[in-house]
């Protein structure tokens, strides 16, 4: 397809750097409402927890996702999960666990914001549990978590999603706790054989590159996260990380997929 296409990794409530980043790209107006024409957004999860509003993000891609028509969308990441386990469960204790675990605590210990549960509505929660895990859009598989866990649930893009859409509309702690800890993993694709292991995943789900946030960026590089200036390819070239720790200093990328850069 010859329109635009761009992802952003992992806002964390923070959603004045998120629509600076935007305008910049040219995006939105100064009013922070599309102006993107054909181009399409993906969000690749993660708005909420550890940064100031994340409710206003979600509100802000709600938004834009109703005036592009259909070319705005966003993945469910893992503090997605975490806000709606937390929502649905509190500090119930997870069956079977080998140590009291909740998502109260989960959510407590991962930066939740009191302000996001309390401005959490049903428009939000019905939402965010239409969202999918996972999509191939041109040859790019989209996913929030650099993890082979997604292979846990299916074989094939439409099973995954279908298959976490199911717990997430369900009220088994236990599916929604194994949800969670799945999202959580990460790193599936550093080291020497990285690059294979792409490959594997690429072949059964499809796509050409595996397009990730989750892991920061800085981290992979061992350098402080404002240092970070663009999104990283490793894995013999078949991965792209675009997650640059908004949250702790890094910037707000907004990454076009299509141009080769």
Do not use: K
């Given at each position: 397809?010859?329109?635009?296409?761009?992802?952003v990794?992992?806002?964390?409530?923070?959603?004045?750097?998120l629509?600076?980043?935007?305008?910049?790209r040219?995006?939105?107006d100064?009013?922070?409402?599309?102006?993107?024409?054909?181009?399409?957004?993906?969000?690749l999860?993660d708005?909420?927890?550890?940064?100031?509003?994340?409710?206003?993000?979600?509100?802000?891609?709600?938004?834009?996702?109703?005036?592009?028509?259909?070319q705005?969308?966003?993945?469910?990441?893992?503090?997605?999960?975490?806000?709606?386990?937390?929502?649905?469960?509190?500090?119930?204790?997870?069956?079977?666990?080998?140590?009291?675990?909740?998502?109260?605590?989960?959510?407590?210990?991962?930066?939740?914001?009191?302000?996001?549960?309390?401005?959490?509505?049903?428009?939000?929660?019905?939402?965010?549990?239409?969202?999918?895990?996972?999509?191939?859009?041109?040859?790019?598989?989209?996913?929030?978590?650099?993890?082979l866990?997604?292979?846990?649930?299916?074989?094939?893009?439409?099973?995954?999603n279908?298959?976490?859409?199911?717990?997430?509309?369900?009220?088994?702690?236990?599916?929604w706790?194994?949800?969670?800890?799945?999202?959580?993993?990460?790193?599936?694709?550093?080291?020497?054989?990285?690059?294979?292991?792409?490959?594997?995943?690429?072949?059964?789900?499809?796509?050409?590159?595996?397009?990730?946030?989750?892991?920061?960026?800085?981290?992979?590089?061992?350098?402080?996260?404002?240092?970070?200036?663009?999104?990283?390819?490793?894995?013999?070239?078949?991965?792209?990380?675009v997650?640059?720790?908004?949250?702790?200093?890094?910037?707000?990328l907004?990454?076009?997929?299509?141009?080769?850069?």
């Amino acid at each position: 397809m010859d329109r635009p296409l761009f992802v952003v990794g992992d806002v964390h409530g923070h959603l004045a750097e998120l629509t600076r980043a935007l305008h910049a790209r040219g995006l939105v107006d100064e009013g922070g409402d599309w102006a993107g024409g054909d181009a399409r957004l993906w969000f690749l999860g993660d708005f909420v927890d550890r940064g100031p509003d994340g409710v206003g993000v979600i509100e802000f891609v709600m938004r834009l996702a109703a005036q592009a028509g259909g070319q705005v969308d966003a993945l469910v990441g893992n503090h997605e999960v975490l806000l709606l386990g937390m929502r649905r469960f509190g500090d119930e204790d997870v069956p079977g666990a080998p140590t009291p675990r909740s998502f109260a605590r989960s959510w407590l210990l991962n930066g939740g914001l009191r302000s996001d549960q309390d401005r959490l509505t049903d428009e939000h929660v019905e939402w965010l549990t239409s969202r999918p895990v996972l999509r191939l859009e041109d040859d790019h598989l989209l996913m929030h978590s650099d993890t082979l866990a997604y292979l846990e649930w299916g074989s094939s893009v439409d099973e995954v999603n279908a298959a976490v859409r199911e717990v997430l509309r369900g009220d088994d702690l236990a599916a929604w706790w194994e949800c969670w800890r799945r999202m959580t993993t990460r790193y599936a694709f550093r080291g020497a054989d990285g690059g294979a292991v792409a490959a594997g995943l690429l072949d059964a789900l499809g796509g050409t590159e595996v397009v990730h946030g989750h892991s920061v960026i800085a981290d992979q590089l061992g350098v402080a996260p404002a240092e970070v200036d663009g999104p990283l390819r490793y894995a013999d070239g078949r991965v792209l990380a675009v997650d640059a720790g908004l949250y702790s200093g890094g910037p707000c990328l907004v990454v076009r997929l299509d141009d080769g850069a």
